[in-house]
């Protein structure tokens, strides 16, 4: 990717609110739409131990497990917003949201996260 390093974003579940407007921000940026199921970040509540909201989405890995068995370019699918399920099943991470048969992937709107600029108490942030 451009830039002066591997994008991707940090997660603090300590800061996280729980507003869900990284939610909505992912998928009026991408789809026009305000859908929060389709949105490549999800905010996981963890009621039954620490009460933590957590958002989970893409890590970026370096080595893309999910596209293990395919033939595609990793520098382009990364890209991608709208993947198939498939590739959700294969993350290790269990961080690929799914609806109906698609899973969204996180592409960094184009390096420019619109979850990290709404989310207003810091819990996702740019890393490189």
């Known amino acids: 990717m ?9 997660v ?16 009026l940026c991408h789809l026009g739409i305000i859908n929060t199921e389709k949105s490549a970040i999800r905010i996981r509540k963890d009621d039954l131990d620490s009460s933590l ?6 890590h970026q890995c370096k080595e893309m497990k999910c596209l293990k068995k395919e033939e595609a370019i990793e520098t382009e699918e990364k890209r991608k917003f ?8 294969r993350c290790p ?33 740019i890393a490189r």
């Open 82 to 89: 709208i993947w198939d399920r498939g590739r959700a099943e």
């Open 2 to 10: 451009a830039g002066t390093g591997r994008m991707k974003i940090k």
């Open 12 to 27: 603090d579940p300590i800061k996280c609110s729980g507003c869900h407007l990284c939610e909505v921000a992912c998928s």
């Open 93 to 125: 991470f269990n961080a690929l949201p799914i609806l109906g048969e698609n899973a969204y992937h996180c592409d960094l709107c184009g390096e420019h996260p619109q979850c990290v600029k709404v989310c207003t108490p810091g819990a996702i942030s």
């Open 53 to 58: 909201n957590i958002p989970i989405l893409c």
